[in-house]
């Protein structure tokens, strides 16, 4: 079997003394996509920023192509994996294209500028999150819906092998986050890379993932299909949930609370 794009070995996670993860096992392959779930605060955040080379990890290791980041160093780790923040800060004005060219720079040498070619690949990433009109436009007349797509045009850009997305949907409209999430299916599949993405809408998760890790909090965690059974997702998330059948395509749906009326 082919080396994983993205593997962890026996990895432990914290974050501010309380357990993320323990003894985490996984390995993702070219065309593969795995979910985060669970509940807010629950250190999702801090465990894919850990598969990012971000944070330390307690014990275990992280490795990008079968090397870790220790033998890569951050040039070697930067064509390799990608990351899309939750949050953008924008603290300086700079236009929508010049955003995306930041994308490249892990291919550019110390005093290289950007090429022809490189601008070429910015302009096509813009297109392909629907835009393409927008490169001339300053960070800060966005909405934070384009401001999201300009950060998810920038990681397209970059090209790596292994996506981490953290809340991709945030501030878009339902249109746009299918679009997405087709866009990034897509991207995997024909570029022959992993995504792991933080998302909070199990049906999406189920529809556009091909594995899921729930995080319990305390460390506890479960690994496995992407399609869960409603029993762990109302244990996830605190609330009970069921599943409606519709053909091969499974939904879940929060049950009604009583009210008393009627």
């Given at each position: 079997?082919s080396?994983?794009?993205l593997?962890?070995h026996?990895?432990?996670?914290?974050?501010?003394?309380q357990?993320?993860?323990?003894?985490?096992?996984?390995?993702?392959?070219?065309?593969?996509?795995?979910?985060?779930?669970?509940?807010?605060?629950?250190?999702k955040?801090?465990?894919?920023?850990?598969?990012?080379?971000?944070?330390?990890?307690?014990?275990?290791?992280?490795r990008?192509?079968?090397?870790?980041?220790?033998?890569?160093?951050?040039?070697?780790?930067?064509?390799?994996r990608?990351?899309?923040?939750?949050?953008?800060?924008?603290?300086?004005?700079?236009?929508?294209?010049?955003?995306?060219?930041?994308?490249?720079?892990?291919?550019?040498?110390?005093?290289?500028?950007?090429s022809?070619?490189?601008?070429n690949?910015?302009?096509?990433?813009?297109?392909?999150?629907?835009?393409?009109?927008?490169?001339?436009?300053s960070?800060?007349?966005?909405?934070?819906?384009?401001?999201?797509?300009?950060?998810?045009?920038?990681?397209?850009?970059?090209?790596?092998?292994?996506?981490?997305l953290d809340?991709?949907?945030?501030?878009?409209?339902?249109?746009?986050?299918?679009?997405?999430?087709?866009?990034?299916?897509?991207?995997?599949?024909?570029?022959?890379?992993a995504?792991?993405?933080?998302?909070?809408?199990?049906?999406?998760?189920?529809?556009?993932?091909?594995?899921?890790?729930?995080?319990?909090?305390?460390?506890?965690?479960?690994?496995?299909?992407?399609?869960?059974?409603?029993?762990?997702?109302?244990?996830?998330?605190?609330?009970?949930?069921?599943?409606?059948?519709?053909?091969?395509r499974?939904?879940?749906?929060p049950?009604m609370?009583?009210?008393?009326?009627?």
């Amino acid at each position: 079997m082919s080396t994983p794009l993205l593997a962890a070995h026996a990895l432990s996670v914290s974050i501010g003394g309380q357990p993320v993860v323990r003894e985490l096992h996984l390995a993702l392959h070219p065309g593969e996509r795995l979910v985060l779930l669970g509940r807010n605060g629950v250190g999702k955040t801090t465990l894919l920023h850990t598969l990012a080379g971000l944070h330390a990890a307690d014990a275990g290791e992280v490795r990008l192509a079968g090397k870790t980041y220790a033998d890569l160093g951050h040039r070697g780790a930067a064509p390799l994996r990608g990351l899309l923040p939750q949050h953008q800060g924008d603290v300086f004005a700079a236009s929508v294209l010049e955003t995306v060219l930041i994308g490249r720079h892990p291919y550019l040498a110390r005093w290289d500028w950007e090429s022809a070619a490189d601008a070429n690949l910015a302009r096509a990433a813009l297109a392909a999150v629907g835009l393409a009109d927008f490169a001339a436009r300053s960070l800060h007349t966005l909405s934070g819906g384009e401001r999201q797509r300009v950060a998810l045009a920038t990681l397209l850009v970059q090209q790596p092998r292994v996506y981490l997305l953290d809340e991709p949907l945030a501030h878009l409209d339902l249109n746009h986050q299918v679009a997405v999430l087709e866009l990034m299916s897509r991207r995997v599949r024909e570029e022959g890379a992993a995504l792991v993405m933080v998302l909070h809408d199990v049906n999406l998760a189920a529809r556009y993932c091909d594995w899921a890790l729930l995080l319990f909090g305390e460390g506890e965690y479960e690994f496995g299909d992407a399609v869960p059974d409603a029993r762990a997702l109302s244990r996830l998330y605190g609330y009970p949930l069921r599943v409606i059948q519709d053909g091969e395509r499974r939904w879940f749906v929060p049950e009604m609370a009583a009210t008393g009326e009627g």
